[in-house]
């Protein structure tokens, strides 16, 4: 709340400067010629712009430096409007001498606080602070020596006719001397500047969309401002009334910072740029043509020139702010190059070529593919198996007709990516269907094995042993033959039914789940091959419900990584790690065994990633910087 008070107060004593500043002049009887040569007009626009512009920004971004650093140099811009005609009223009223001379004085200092922030706001565009740490010392160098050019002006020793000399100034021999300081004052200004200006291209380069957006609302104020400037000061001195251009800069600052979505300021700043730079090189052209020509000879040839021209300086300006927009055969053929790749990176390269926000499939509803992130206002376009949802950029209302053409010429390739990323889905839908059932139907059958086929087995052998023992005082040599026969039998036949149920499944991964399970195997490693010690460690979030068929492909897969420790690595540690979020459970197991070559997959690794690839997981096998390293991330919610 009370930064808001300061943000008012500051909108409104510029405002009342500036009214105050047009009563002395009415009161004083200037014309306005008069009020145009002593700087009035020109400071009152700029003070208001920069003053009310600042009390917008610090009223809605209270933390933003740049608010306030134009509030209070509107303010001083306005007071320095005032003083100029109140001085005079002053004068012709019989005022003392100290008054006039103070007034003189805030005129002479005031206005030049405003200059000297306007370089310093440039480093903090747009969002009121640097861009980073590394630009500290040059703000300070700024900052610190931006006094300078207060002093170049405030010390001067000119003054009114007839009035007295302000406070705070030096006679003409001493301010005389201190030339070089002047001119060094000058060269900071400039330099200043131009850091500022190279603060803001980096920042357009690495900045977000919505960054660059901001700044394009001063591009479009600075080339105005320069294209009102620079003719006139090749010519013959700037005219005063140029100087009604600067209060752009605020307003473009202000709607730069709360306002950027107004209106498609790239479209403008490629229109304005392109009759810039066409006006200038008509200008220059026909300036050197004279020179050779005559006046009318000059005119034909410029006039012949200014049309190719003026096309191919628009192209390089759409090209830059629209992409390849206005080259389809190209977007179409990149386009062509990323469908193998995949939906999601044909949607980004759709994206990156038109200089779009966003743009996805939707399917039944469902979004499918998307590159960008979405947000803001969006058009849609059919396609024969889905909906394109493209963003619209910042300050569009409606699709430009040029991408809506460009967009439908895409629209069959699109349509086929769509419907192979479909069939896609689906076959990883039926095969992680077809992994669950199985899986299902292992447990199924070693359940049965376990508890129906063992313990009959068991009996079987059992009872094989009792006859033995009870025909074992009969001299019958077959019937022991035979009994004996059995009993191997019975007991090889029980053997196999367990050989075959730990294929099927661990015992300890059905009885205790999978963190328990990979404890025990972890008990069971405890030595390398040739001997040395290991130590297997098991760390584990608690896990949600999972899949018999994650779990046992996990486990299936952290043992096999344990097995290639012991019998590969020179590792003397190891971690299997387990944790799982909204992407899936994730497994790793981590050696110390050292930096090795790249593994050449076996079976082993092989069938890691064939059981990933079933469930339509992802997986990374191979050295790391300390040893191996094997992760894996199943998604849990099969279908």
Not at 30 to 36: E, G, I, K, S, V
Not at 531 to 552: F, K, N
Not at 594 to 622: D, F, K, N, Y
């Amino acid at each position: 709340m009370r930064s808001r008070v300061l943000a008012g107060a500051l909108g409104l004593a510029a405002s009342l400067a500036a009214s105050g500043a047009i009563a002395c002049v009415r009161m004083a009887g200037w014309t306005f010629t008069d009020a145009l040569d002593a700087f009035v007009v020109s400071n009152i626009l700029i003070g208001v712009g920069f003053g009310l512009c600042g009390a917008l920004i610090a009223w809605h971004r209270p933390s933003s430096a740049l608010g306030w650093m134009y509030g209070v140099g509107g303010v001083c811009q306005t007071a320095s409007a005032l003083a100029a005609p109140l001085a005079v009223l002053l004068h012709d009223r019989g005022a003392a001498e100290w008054v006039i001379r103070l007034d003189a004085t805030v005129f002479q200092w005031a206005w030049p606080v405003n200059i000297t922030l306007i370089p310093i706001s440039l480093l903090l565009l747009p969002d009121g602070r640097l861009a980073s740490r590394r630009w500290r010392p040059v703000a300070t160098a700024v900052v610190v020596t931006a006094p300078l050019f207060v002093l170049e002006i405030g010390l001067g020793p000119g003054h009114p006719a007839g009035l007295p000399t302000a406070y705070l100034t030096l006679g003409h021999g001493t301010y005389d001397s201190l030339a070089w300081l002047w001119t060094v004052s000058e060269v900071r200004w400039a330099l200043s500047v131009v850091i500022g200006v190279a603060c803001l291209v980096l920042r357009y380069r690495r900045g977000t969309e919505v960054v660059r957006r901001q700044l394009l609302w001063l591009v479009a104020a600075a080339a105005v401002i320069v294209v009102a400037v620079v003719p006139w000061a090749l010519v013959a001195g700037t005219p005063l009334a140029v100087l009604f251009t600067i209060p752009l800069l605020p307003a473009a600052v202000a709607a730069g910072v709360l306002r950027h979505q107004l209106l498609d300021i790239r479209l403008v700043v490629a229109r304005g740029l392109t009759y810039a730079l066409l006006s200038g090189l008509v200008l220059a052209a026909y300036a050197g043509l004279v020179i050779v020509l005559s006046g009318v000879a000059s005119a034909l040839v410029v006039a012949l020139l200014a049309l190719p021209l003026r096309s191919r300086l628009q192209t390089a300006v759409d090209q830059l702010l629209y992409g390849e927009r206005g080259n389809p055969l190209k977007v179409a053929s990149r386009v062509g190059r990323s469908l193998g790749a995949g939906l999601p990176e044909t949607l980004e390269e759709i994206r990156t070529a038109l200089r779009l926000p966003y743009v996805g499939v939707v399917v039944d509803g469902v979004p499918l593919a998307a590159g960008g992130v979405p947000g803001g206002p969006s058009a849609e376009l059919p396609l024969d198996a889905g909906t394109l949802v493209v963003g619209l950029r910042v300050g569009e209302t409606r699709l430009a007709p040029a991408d809506e053409r460009l967009l439908s010429l895409l629209s069959g390739p699109l349509s086929t990516a769509v419907h192979a990323t479909t069939l896609l889905e689906q076959l990883q839908v039926s095969r992680e269907r077809l992994v669950a059932a199985r899986e299902e139907e292992r447990r199924r059958l070693r359940r049965e094995l376990h508890d129906g086929l063992g313990p009959l087995l068991t009996g079987v052998a059992l009872s094989a042993d009792t006859a033995a023992n009870l025909a074992g005082g009969t001299s019958d040599g077959a019937l022991q033959e035979k009994l004996t026969a059995v009993r191997a039998d019975s007991r090889t036949a029980i053997l196999e039914v367990r050989r075959i149920v730990d294929n099927l499944g661990s015992a300890a991964l059905d009885s205790f789940g999978l963190v328990e399970a990979l404890r025990i195997r972890a008990d069971q490693v405890n030595h390398r091959s040739d001997g040395a010690p290991l130590r297997t460690v098991i760390e584990a979030t608690d896990l949600p419900p999972l899949p018999p068929a994650v779990e046992q492909a996990a486990y299936r897969i952290a043992t096999e990584a344990l097995t290639n420790v012991i019998r590969h690595s020179r590792a003397s540690s190891v971690v299997v790690r387990l944790g799982a979020d909204d992407a899936g459970l994730h497994c790793e197991v981590l050696d110390d065994g050292g930096h090795t070559t790249a593994w050449r997959p076996g079976v082993g690794i092989a069938g890691m990633r064939e059981r990933v690839a079933q469930l339509g997981g992802s997986s990374e096998v191979g050295p790391g910087p300390r040893g191996g390293e094997v992760r894996v991330c199943l998604p849990t919610a099969l279908a």
